[in-house]
Each structure stands twice: as structure tokens, then as C-alpha cells.
């Protein structure tokens, strides 16, 4: 059971640049997040979707964008990456909320620098 | 839109002292969760809390929510090398924004052998 992946773990941009980040997840959850984070800000949510077909913007969602066209896989792209997007950026599932625990399911990370 | 504030940022104990991380929300939750996250790692749940006035213990952590469910708090007793990590609450709105989990900033804790 491999949870949630993500790819790619590590990634180095120049500015200008786009790419995907996916997200896969195999426990069928209903909800999928991309959080960013940066040291002293904690994990901010950028996307976020509570089904298949489905996105809703988060605290930081200028510059990404998402699609969930599939139940298990969350994508987010960057089209003209900047350095200030430069982060770990961490996917994560979850089923819905009203069941609990609604515990929240993290991938391992993807590092991204933009030069 | 919400804010959750955590406090402190940063706490450096020597084992065996107790800690203790706050967090704090504008507005009133549905519930709130917490998790941990290892150095170089990724966050993992520890609990959620629901009830109002909730209290929830595991070992030498105790959890509670607060009367206003505005509030919650992580005490860690007799803190040791293991603990070392950073700390999150994650707050659960409810209303439209329901699937929304909002992060405080965590608390990083270290403890000195």
C-alpha cells in the first residue's frame, strides 16, 4: 500500500520555466491538498479539491494551478515559475470530513528551487 | 478569511522538562487536529479533537480543545530526545469552506540530553 506519492521529489527550475507536480494517492479519499512550505511559515494550503472534477483555492494560490480529472491523482502546475516559489511542496489526502478521524495523509515532499 | 496563530515558534528544553505548544483561531472550529513532523521528514498525524472542552491524552501527551472551540493546546510531559520535532495544529472550518485545514505556523522543539 503505497499511500500517497508524489512526483517529481526533487526539481530544479529557472525562472520562466513550467512543470507539473503529481500527486497519486491509493486509499480512494475523497479530498486532496497541496500545502507549500517555507521555514518559519508553517505549511500554507495553495489547492485544494473535495472530489473528483473539483478545486478550490487555498491561502496561496497566485501563480498554480490544479486539476483533479481522476479521483487519485492531484495536479499541480506552475506555468511561469518564479524564485518565490522555491519550497517543499507536500501533497495530501484525506477521506471526508465528516467521517473521523479526518486525519490528513502528507506524501513525502517535493523540493522545488527556482534560480 | 481564518488565521491560526501558534505560539511559540521555537522552545529549547533539556530532557525531562515539559513543553507545551498553543494554537489559536479567529474564528470558532468544526475541530482540530495536530501533527508532528520529524526533521527532514513529512507531517504525521498525532489526534483530532471534536468536543468542545475536549481533553485527549496518549502517553505523555495531553491535547484539549478549548471551551469556545477557539483554542487548543499540546502539553508533552517529561519531554525526551524522541520528541524532537516540529509541532502543528491544523483547524477545521466548517460552513461552505468545509474541506478546508488550515496550518498554524508549528513550533519547533528541541531537547537537550
Known amino acids: 500500500n503505497a499511500g500517497v506519492t508524489q512526483t517529481p521529489k526533487f526539481r530544479v527550475l529557472k525562472t520562466g520555466q513550467s512543470m507539473t507536480l503529481l500527486c497519486a494517492q491509493d486509499?480512494?479519499?475523497?479530498?486532496m491538498y497541496w500545502y507549500r512550505q517555507d521555514p518559519g511559515m508553517g505549511l500554507r494550503l495553495i489547492h485544494y479539491?473535495?472530489?473528483?472534477?473539483?478545486?478550490a483555492k487555498g491561502e496561496v494560490p497566485d501563480g498554480y494551478n490544479v486539476s483533479r480529472l481522476k479521483k487519485q491523482n492531484f495536479l499541480l502546475g506552475l506555468e511561469s515559475a518564479a524564485p518565490s516559489q522555491t519550497s517543499v511542496y507536500f501533497c495530501?489526502?484525506?477521506?471526508?470530513?465528516?467521517?473521523?478521524?479526518?486525519?490528513?495523509?502528507f506524501g513525502e515532499g517535493s523540493r522545488l528551487t527556482v534560480l | 478569511g481564518q488565521q491560526v496563530m501558534q505560539i511559540p515558534q521555537y522552545q529549547h528544553v533539556q530532557e525531562g522538562e515539559d513543553f507545551t505548544t498553543y494554537c489559536n483561531s479567529s474564528?470558532?472550529?468544526?475541530?482540530i487536529q495536530w501533527y508532528k513532523q520529524r526533521p527532514g521528514g513529512h507531517p504525521v498525524f498525532l489526534i483530532q479533537?471534536?468536543?468542545?472542552?475536549e481533553v485527549k491524552k496518549q502517553k505523555r501527551l495531553t491535547f484539549q480543545f478549548g471551551e469556545a472551540k477557539k483554542n487548543s493546546s499540546l502539553h508533552i510531559t517529561a519531554t525526551q530526545t524522541t520528541d524532537v520535532g516540529t509541532y502543528f495544529c491544523?483547524?477545521?472550518?466548517?460552513?461552505?469552506?468545509?474541506?478546508?485545514?488550515?496550518f498554524g505556523q508549528g513550533t519547533i522543539l528541541t531537547v537537550h540530553p
Open positions: 495530501a489526502s484525506r477521506r471526508s470530513w465528516t467521517q473521523t478521524p479526518g486525519e490528513l495523509f
Open positions: 474564528t470558532t472550529l468544526s475541530n
Open positions: 479533537l471534536v468536543k468542545s472542552g
Open positions: 486509499m480512494n479519499h475523497e479530498y
Open positions: 491544523a483547524a477545521q472550518a466548517g460552513g461552505t469552506s468545509y474541506g478546508k485545514l488550515t
Open positions: 479539491s473535495v472530489g473528483e472534477g473539483t478545486t
